[in-house]
């Protein structure tokens, strides 16, 4: 990268950043691209929580990448090919790797600022675009805490692999995936360092998540009196402080019962007296998906604070329950 295009993206970078710490949203607005520019509700209200959280942040330009799409054909349909950047680091073996879908063709640069304050550091990071005129304009704006309960990203890799040393896999899944959302900047953005790390997390994944989790794919824990809970994501949150994370979980509901003369339901006649299961309240059905989790889990009981569970119902807001581990019994 020439001189000249590493101290302009830095300065707009600079001048940037600075806005979004006065909570400045007009003057980021002027300097975004129109396509980023139209719609600036959730940008309004992203500034606004950083704005916050940075207000006595020192703030320092740490990376610029200059990322040149000139190249990039517009396809005949009217859209944009994606695009891969490779970039080497401090002359090293080591890479840093852009991957941004359908991109217009143009000169697109990524930097990076440091925002150090007094209770946690947090990372600005920034995708440009250069306009006709050779002036650098917001095209994207990625905001991350680097640290969570106390600890930083390198931290948590640490741990991560204590706990799968201790045949800890599910802790250890948990603090891999805590470990890479606090290191990867942006969703486009990865590294020979991140690729370590989720080759790490995939090797020592628990047997029962080889496969991944979702709502296709949901883990099945067995609960008290036969019950079934269908988790399809776990995942770690700092929100309420303190010293450790908590576990989150999202609940699928449960699944329809067959209707009665259905083919399934006639070919398993009906034991005499069948009990009926008692409907359960929806917080009574969280607290008993976090007994189930934790029962078939107990190693996650030492290492995180609590468990959020998010219980999902299609076209709803999820029913959300949060205890400390020692109010799950």
Known sequence: MKPADRDA???ATRALASRVQANDVPGLRQQSVPEFAKDYTAMTSLVAATSAKIASA????DQVYLLDATNLKTLADGTNQDAQFFCSLNSSIAEATFFIPALPPGRYAYSQVLAQNATSPWRLAFLLWQDSAGSW???G???KALTAAGHDGLWYWTQAREQVKDKHLW????LYGEAQSLLQPAGFVGSTHLDKLRKESTSSAPPALSEGIGPDMPLVVK???????????LSTDDSLGGDKLYVVAHLAPDPAPEPQGSPATAAKPAPKSAPVPAALSPKDRNTSAMVALLAAYPELKSTFGGVWIFADEPGKSPFVTEQSMAEIR
């Open 9 to 11: 993206i830095a300065s």
């Open 58 to 61: 020192s703030l320092q330009v």
């Open 137 to 139: 304009d917001l095209a």
């Open 141 to 143: 704006f990625y905001p």
């Open 171 to 174: 802790s250890g899944y948990l």
């Open 223 to 233: 609960g008290q009196g036969g019950a079934e809970f269908r988790f399809t994501s």
